[in-house]
């Protein structure tokens, strides 16, 4: 795969990614967290089956199993975190906030995979997380030095937990296939969301609220699925924390939605916080 096609590609993520996000927070208000990742795993299993069936056999091998099963559980304990987090946040704080997967990506590529980082790509690291800790504060006086915005600390959580989807991913498409690596755990927290909803007896809801919103849940499925197998494509030749650092200016995207479609306001020094990170991410792409 050539440089600028996996550029390509990972600029198209993060695109995907910056709607999907969108569409998410308007689903989870909706709908709720569990049905929202549901309805994205139904999409995803049944969208890519057509495409991943001449690869099935791959999947069964007791190793590949194995991460792929692994890699269900932690985008579904990451994915409900990040849903909660749009439910109850500022889709504009809460997409930059959730950068700090990018540092997460990246140090696990480099500690498991060897991956090398240079000296400018680890400045522009650290330079997004300090525009991250402006937009995630609701002021820069010392008198609100600890209060964060609502939903900051449940994206953090869910920006560790993607960290570790970043680079499970990353490892299923080089190892295994980008395709597997999308679609297995797809079907896996699908599975998750269902048998919990069965044991709450919600799936009756889920199936009229996919009647009542086709059109948006439709919608997120589509986004969120293709974003990720962008990514998992641009992800099989080239370095996770570069890939990883190019598809973080998505935030641009929800940030330009929330604040157009949702009304939401945020403050001067967040808008600088949020320019500042958006900037070190796009310069880090530039290092290639």
């Known amino acids: ?16 990614w910056g709607i999907g996000d969108f569409l998410i927070q308007r689903s989870v208000r909706k709908v709720g967290d569990v049905e929202a990742l549901a309805f994205i795993g ?5 969208g890519l089956l057509p495409f991943v069936a001449g690869e099935l056999p791959a999947l069964f091998l007791p190793e590949n199993l194995l991460l792929m099963l692994f890699l269900g559980i932690v985008t579904f304990i990451a994915a409900l975190l990040n849903f909660e987090a ?35 790509q680890l400045i522009g690291i650290g330079v997004v997380f300090i525009g991250i800790t ?48 999308i679609w297995a755990p797809w079907v896996f927290f699908t599975i998750f969301c269902l048998f919990y909803l069965w044991k709450n007896k919600g799936l009756g809801k889920l199936v009229t609220n996919a009647g009542r919103y086709k059109g948006l849940v439709l919608a997120m499925g589509i986004f969120d699925t293709l974003a990720w197998l962008l990514y998992a494509l641009a ?20 940030m330009a939605l929330g604040l157009w479609f949702n009304k939401e306001k945020i403050k001067r020094h967040q808008i600088a916080g949020a320019l500042l990170a958006l900037a070190a991410s796009i310069a880090l792409a530039t290092t290639l």
């Not at 050539?2 to 198209?12: C, Q, R, S």
């Not at 700090?100 to 990506?105: A, G, K, Q, W, Y």
């Not at 609502?150 to 296939?177: E, P, R, W």
């Open 86 to 120: 749009l439910k109850k946040g500022k889709l504009s704080v809460v997409e930059v906030v959730i950068e700090i997967e990018l540092p997460v990506t990246a140090f696990l590529g480099i500690y498991f995979l060897k991956e090398v980082i240079s000296l400018p």
């Open 134 to 181: 402006m937009l995630a504060m609701k002021s820069l006086s010392l008198k609100s030095l600890g209060k964060v915005e609502k939903g900051v600390l449940l994206a953090v959580a869910a920006a560790i937990g993607m960290g570790m989807t970043n680079f499970l991913t990353g490892f299923g498409a080089k190892t295994v296939s980008p395709l597997l690596a």
């Open 1 to 16: 795969m050539e440089i600028e096609t996996g550029l390509l590609l990972a600029f198209g993520a993060m695109v995907c």
């Open 42 to 46: 139904i999409v995803g299993a049944i």
């Open 235 to 254: 992800l099989k030749e080239q370095s996770i924390a570069i890939t990883t650092a190019i598809t973080e200016s998505y935030p641009a995207i929800g």
